[in-house]
Nanobody, 122 residues
Framework: QVQLVESGGGLVQAGGSLRLSCAASGRTFSSYTMGWFRQAPGKEREFVAE????????YYADPVKGRFTISRDNHKNTVYLQMNSLKPEDTAVYYCGAPLRGPRGNYAADYWGQGTQVTVSS
């Protein structure tokens, strides 16, 4: 059974940091692009960041550029999202997905995690 399990969410004050993890089990994703997405209350899920199979290429949504960093450890089958300088508008449930397929603005994934809540207070 393939699972993606996110962790690391929580409540943090504006300007703070959190590090999210997404651990995969049941199969390896070391050959595939993985990504993070988020969904705020009343909004559609949106793309946050992606990382290619080797970790050499990353891409970020404009709202998080310069504040978030995506990375991966293929030995651990895990992808990370370091979030710095958090803002209240970053509040959302964060999901990881893999492998990412399709155009960047309309990604699909074979597998999704259950999500981890990030709440940023002002």
């Amino acid at each position: 059974q393939v699972q993606l399990v996110e962790s690391g969410g929580g409540l943090v004050q504006a300007g703070g940091s959190l590090r999210l993890s997404c651990a995969a089990s049941g199969r390896t994703f070391s050959s595939y692009t993985m990504g993070w997405f988020r969904q705020a209350p009343g909004k559609e899920r949106e793309f946050v960041a992606e990382i290619n199979w080797s970790g050499a290429t990353t891409y970020y949504a404009d709202p998080v550029k310069g504040r978030f960093t995506i990375s991966r450890d293929n030995h651990k089958n895990t992808v990370y999202l370091q979030m710095n300088s958090l803002k209240p508008e970053d509040t959302a449930v964060y999901y990881c997905g893999a492998p990412l397929r399709g155009p960047r603005g309309n990604y699909a994934a074979d597998y999704w995690g259950q999500g981890t809540q990030v709440t940023v207070s002002s």
